[in-house]
């Protein structure tokens, strides 16, 4: 039942860089959200952007979402060592049910 | 507020044996969902509750499992009995304004 995947499963990039990750999903949503999740500990909700809204940023998050390709991408500039985690991107198609992709796994080198 | 509370953060035990998962919501969040997660299959929604009452448990694997909510403070996911293809971990989420908040997670794993 899982509703997005994420391109790349793993990025690996030294500090300082920017990160990008890819979210496809399959079917009409509410709202596209992003999630971080360190090892061994729960998910943590980075930014959330409606099904009317083009781009969004937070801090040295930037969210970008095309609904016409049904693909959301996640930009996170002058990556720290702090920022190595899993990211996940999470859709709400119903109002109240949130379907996460695969993952994506950001390593950021010191 | 302490966020979401799970209980146990680990448990260990023989197939067979019956597994009680916990979760204490944040206060005044009205809705509570369960996922598992494992590396083949990502993170999987099992069942959500929406004002204490089961609205979509399509996730739900199968008859060994069931899930409670019988109030706003209270949550459990039980699984009797219990394979080695359940070991995984299994997070409890409440949600406001449409935002989740997870708990630190249970990691089962059944030998």
């Known amino acids: 039942s899982q509703q997005g995947e994420e391109d790349p499963q793993a990025l690996s990039i030294q500090e300082g860089e920017n990160a990008t990750m890819n979210c496809s999903y399959k079917t009409s949503i509410n709202n596209l959200q992003w999630y971080r999740q360190n090892s061994g500990r729960g998910l943590v909700h980075l930014i959330l952007i409606r099904s009317n809204e083009r781009e969004k940023h937070s801090g040295r998050l930037r969210v970008t979402l095309d609904t016409s390709k049904k693909s959301s991408s996640l930009l996170i500039t002058a990556s720290r060592a702090a920022d190595t985690a899993s990211y996940f991107c999470?859709?709400?198609?119903?109002?109240?049910?949130?379907?996460f992709g695969t993952g994506t796994s950001l390593t950021v080198i010191p | 507020d302490a966020g979401v509370i799970q209980s146990p953060r680990h448990e260990v035990t023989e197939m067979g044996q019956e597994v009680t998962l916990r979760c204490k919501p944040i206060s005044g969040h009205n809705s509570l969902f369960w996922y598992r997660q494992t590396m083949m299959r990502g993170l999987e929604l099992l069942i959500y509750?929406?004002?204490?009452?089961?609205?979509?448990d399509s996730g739900m694997p199968e008859d060994r499992f069931s899930a409670k909510m019988p109030n706003a403070s209270f949550s459990t996911l039980k699984i009797q009995p219990s394979e080695p293809r359940d070991s995984a971990v299994y997070f409890c989420?409440?949600?406001?304004?449409?935002?989740?908040?997870f708990g630190e997670g249970s990691r089962l794993t059944v030998l």
């Open positions: 989420a409440s949600n406001l304004a449409g935002e989740l908040f």
């Open positions: 999470a859709t709400d198609t119903t109002g109240n049910q949130f379907y």
């Open positions: 509750f929406n004002n204490n009452v089961p609205i979509d």
